[in-house]
């Protein structure tokens, strides 16, 4: 007897290390830190596994409808409305058929919400009006961004807060740029170029000296005529579609550059029938989410003299200007919805991906 009780100690050592291990293996297995969470970006090619809706993955909370909710319903609280606009919190079915969510404002229901989103420019610096009582274990919380890092205030704490992000950036969690080519499901033969009285225009309401595109506006303007608008020029207009597709080029300048920074500057001027020059992130990086001939870039020339040259022959080369068009025939544009795209998406996201995961370094990441 006294053998087999001297074997004790050992035994209890070998079982709590085993316990440990077990552990250990099983947060590793689903603990995902900052990186590579794949997740479909709309209109853009990306690297990587991509996971189809599974509805058996939808959290499930409820035993019973209550509050208005459906048993099923992944719930998703909208903390702060963006810039204190709100939006439709109605279906999210428009946005590639994302069901099972029920969007709402009402703060009453953080302790059985499974995403909170939070947008950024509304998170005060001290953290003031974030969430007081404790996060529930199955919640996740979602930060959402679309303006770039020059314009956008850093807020310290932000680091290990927050599980997933949603951003114009191609490597968040959830990708969602400012819009997106959509394919037709059959070739449009219907689009024509609206009629054109002017050559290459420009609509700016955010004119910085400091801004790259203040001096590549002014030698440019040396080299070929443009038509520019807005409260610099003393030109106000109301109707900004029109008079772009009243031009054959348009200047899509961003105001500051960034990666993946490619805002509606892109997507409107698309739309509204007119050749886009833009000036941003590198020409690869525009590639990633329309086709290369449809669109000029500032960097595809030596000098911007050699770049008004290529606009005023295109002017008197009719057939070389309408291949910019060729897109049309299997493309249309569609814009992200701000704000209900966000929390719709983070819906989307979770019945997904509904593993533990905090992203670590959000203003390293964002930042740089």
């Given at each position: ?34 990186a590579n969470r794949s ?210 080029f348009y200047l899509s ?116």
């Amino acid at each position: 007897m006294a053998a087999v009780s001297s074997h004790e100690p050992l035994r209890s050592v070998v079982l709590g290390t085993f316990i440990v291990m077990c552990g250990l293996g099983t947060f590793w297995m689903y603990y995902t830190p900052t990186a590579n969470r794949s997740y479909p970006c709309p209109g853009v090619q990306r690297n990587g596994n991509q996971t189809k809706q599974d509805p058996e993955q939808t959290p499930k909370i409820h035993d019973k409808t209550e509050d208005g909710v459906k048993q099923e319903e992944t719930i998703v609280l909208v903390w702060m409305w963006p810039f204190g606009s709100a939006f439709d919190l109605g279906s999210c079915a428009s946005f590639d058929n994302i069901k099972g969510c029920h969007l709402t404002a009402d703060k009453g229901l953080y302790n059985k919400a499974h995403v909170v989103v939070f947008h950024h420019r509304d998170i005060a610096r001290n953290l003031g009006n974030m969430p007081k009582e404790p996060r529930p274990w199955f919640q996740k919380w979602v930060w959402y961004n679309m303006e770039s890092p020059t314009y956008t205030s850093r807020i310290p704490g932000l680091d290990n807060l927050f599980n997933i992000t949603a951003s114009y950036r191609l490597s968040s969690d959830i990708c969602t740029p400012y819009g997106s080519l959509v394919e037709l499901t059959s070739k449009n033969k219907n689009f024509e170029l609206p009629k054109k009285d002017k050559l290459v225009c420009w609509v700016v309401s955010h004119w910085d000296v400091n801004h790259k595109r203040v001096p590549i506006f002014n030698e440019l303007n040396k080299h070929v005529k443009i038509d520019a608008f807005g409260r610099h020029f003393g030109k106000y207009i109301e109707d900004r579609a029109k008079i772009v597709s009243s031009c054959k080029f348009y200047l899509s300048f961003e105001n500051s550059i960034h990666q993946d920074y490619i805002t509606e500057k892109l997507y409107e001027t698309m739309r509204a029938g007119a050749v886009p020059v833009v000036l941003g992130p590198p020409r690869k990086n525009y590639e990633a989410s329309i086709p290369k001939d449809s669109f000029i870039h500032v960097d595809d020339f030596p000098s911007l003299k050699e770049l008004a040259d290529w606009l005023i022959f295109l002017d008197k080369n009719e057939t070389e200007y309408l291949k910019y068009f060729s897109w049309h025939e299997h493309y249309k544009v569609r814009s992200t919805e701000f704000g209900k795209e966000h929390a719709c998406r983070s819906c989307g996201y979770l019945q997904q991906n509904n593993r533990l995961q905090i992203f670590q370094n959000l203003n390293t990441w964002f930042w740089g």
